[in-house]
């Protein structure tokens, strides 16, 4: 399975835009790219995927480089309900976890 | 919508003794994953089902570790006998399609204790 590094931590100010990055440099045609949440004392929480274009839901945006060996998603404003670790998963079959980037949101 | 769900949220028990956590997937959802999270190794997919039927196993720790799915709407993971490094946040997660088109729905969790 392809893998993803994404930083270890980031920090931000409630209310101001979150960009998430994320390498995956030996992505192969038939992986989607898929980011979760998971916020302290909970489960993983789906936020958005994608395959070659950009995504925008409620939740976020996913910004996909045109070579698709990064992305980058986009928490437009954040919230302190936002603080959580976010993980980049590439998909085909099976979701396999990295480390994830634990996101501090400071009011 | 009820999403997936699991039970008992907490657990605590003596090492030997048989644990067994239940899991609800969502309702029309045909795939049913089963995860372990520690400290030391994360997030890990244990074993996952297609249409009640095991698909793969490979993630299951080892022959104490057991998993059934008698219908679509129920799935039990046993640990027989348990021991103190089993302890762990267990998640079940269930679908409607094993590709990447389709998220995963995460329940809860089951946090276990073996003493």
């Known amino acids: 399975d392809a893998k993803t590094t994404q930083p270890n931590s980031m920090e931000s100010n409630e209310e101001e835009p979150v960009h998430l990055p994320c390498n995956h440099s030996?992505?192969?045609?038939?992986?989607?790219i898929h980011w979760y949440r998971q916020l302290p004392s909970q489960g993983p929480e789906y936020v958005i995927h994608?395959?070659?274009s950009n995504v925008n839901n409620r939740m976020a945006s996913l910004a996909i480089a045109e070579d698709r060996k990064s992305s980058t998603l986009i928490l437009h404003r954040a919230t302190l309900r936002d603080a959580a670790v976010y993980y980049c998963?590439?998909?085909?079959?099976?979701?396999?976890f990295g480390t994830g980037t634990r996101l501090q949101v400071f009011p | 919508d009820a999403g997936v769900i699991q039970s008992p949220r907490h657990e605590v028990t003596e090492m030997g003794q048989e644990v067994t956590l239940r899991c609800k997937p969502i309702?029309?959802?045909?795939?049913l994953f089963w995860y372990r999270q520690t400290m030391m190794r994360g997030l890990e997919l244990l074993i996952y089902?297609?249409?009640?039927?095991?698909?793969?196993d490979s993630g299951m720790p080892e022959d104490r570790f057991s998993a059934k799915m008698p219908n679509a709407s129920f799935s039990t993971l046993k640990i027989q006998p348990s021991e103190p490094r089993d302890s762990a946040v267990y998640f079940c997660?269930?679908?409607?399609?094993?590709?990447?088109?389709?998220?995963?729905?995460f329940g809860d969790g089951t946090r276990l204790s073996i003493l």
């Open positions: 997660a269930s679908s409607t399609n094993r590709g990447g088109n389709q998220p995963q729905h």
């Open positions: 030996t992505i192969s045609g038939t992986d989607y």
């Open positions: 994608g395959l070659t």
């Open positions: 998963i590439l998909v085909t079959d099976k979701l396999i």
């Open positions: 309702s029309g959802h045909d795939y």
């Open positions: 089902f297609n249409n009640n039927v095991p698909i793969d």
